[in-house]
Structure formats: C-alpha cells, structure tokens
C-alpha cells in the first residue's frame, strides 16, 4: 500500500511547488496560445485587404505592399528561439515541479534523511531560477520586436506613405501577460532558494556551529 504525507505542503517549500506549478503553466500557455492579425488595406493601390497571423513559434515573413515605384516591400521577425526557450523553461518547471512534488508527498522522509536529496533540490531549482530570468529577459527583447516590426506607423511609412493605406494591427496584451508571469515565475523560484536552502546540509551544519554550548 502507497503512503503518503501532506506535511511538506504545511511548510513553505510544499506551498512554493504548487505555485510555481501553477504559474508556469500560465506563462507558456499565454504564449503558445497567442494569436494576433495584421491586416492591411489598400497599402498596394490595388484596392485589396490582405491579412497575416502571428503566432507560435513567431517567425515569418510577408509581404505588406507594392508601392507606386513597383518595389514588394516586407516585414519579417524570427523570434522563434526566445519563444520557444521562454516556453522550454515554463515546460521543465512544470515537469520538475510535477516530480518534486510526488517526492514530497511519498519520501519527504528520505528527502530529509539523505543529505544528496535536498541539495540537488537546491541546485536544480537555483538552474531553473536562472532559466526564468534569462528566458523572461530574451522573451521581453523579442516581444518588443514583434511589436516593432508591425508597428502601423513603420508599415504605412514602408509602403510609401499611400493615404488609404489601413493598418489594424490587434492586441498584444497576453503577450505582456505571458511577460508578468515570466518574471513572476522567476521571483518564485528565487525566492523558495532559501526555504530548500534551510533543508540542506550546508544551513543545518553552520547551525550546529554556532549553537550555543558546542
């Protein structure tokens, strides 16, 4: 019969699992569910409306006008890499958290016997605090160059200024969404550092240091 115990998840450790279980989970899905249209009217002096998606995994290239010289004018943006290690990162936690997790509920015992265990814990969990700092930071930088790069401005100016030239360009909201919850994964998993801190052999040897009497 399997046994289990819910007592990591009364200290702050088990709490922190569970949230960043959860938040991780919201940040990639905001970013692979994104999806935003362009649309472009009479930017060619043809007097048609086309239209493009972007979306997961953020790279492309289309062609947005035929000014009066007879030049195609496009935009393109390859994002792909900062997308997909933002969502890499969102992915491992999620599994880490799903593993830590059940080795809390089924072998906290162990976990607090055998030295090795928390200071992996320690060290894999400071690997993914930097995973989310830096793929939040590269994820910003690419957001922001999606938002460049289809700026309506930047379009009419591309196609020549024409003066019945539209540009609808929709909301990046959950992408600045999916941003929050990057940055707010990383303050997560930064600061449940010193709650596995405190389960290592490391803290528990320098309190038997400084105690008084030894």
Do not use: H
């Amino acid at each position: 019969m399997v046994t289990y115990t819910l007592t990591a998840f009364q200290e702050p450790r088990g709490v922190m699992r569970i949230l960043q279980f959860i938040f991780a989970i919201c940040a990639f899905a905001t970013t692979t569910n994104f999806s935003n249209t362009v649309s472009l009217q009479n930017c060619d002096n043809t007097n048609s409306t086309r239209s493009f998606t972007l979306e997961y995994p953020f790279r492309f290239a289309e062609k947005v006008c035929t000014p009066s010289e007879g030049v195609v004018k496009d935009i393109s943006a390859n994002v792909a890499s900062d997308a997909q290690f933002f969502v890499a990162t969102g992915v491992l936690s999620l599994l880490y958290c799903v593993f830590i997790i059940v080795v809390y509920a089924l072998i906290d015992e162990l976990y607090k016997n055998k030295t090795e265990i928390p200071l992996a814990d320690f060290m894999l969990t400071t690997v993914l605090a930097v995973f989310w700092l830096s793929g939040s930071a590269a994820w910003a930088n690419g957001t922001s160059a999606l938002k460049g790069v289809t700026d309506p401005i930047d379009i009419r100016a591309l196609c020549g200024n024409i003066p019945q030239c539209g540009v609808t360009v929709g909301s990046f909201s959950r992408l600045n969404i999916s941003l929050i919850f990057g940055f707010l994964n990383f303050f997560l998993w930064a600061s449940d550092l010193w709650f596995l801190y405190k389960e290592t052999i490391w803290f528990q040897s320098r309190q038997t240091t400084t105690s008084p009497g030894v």
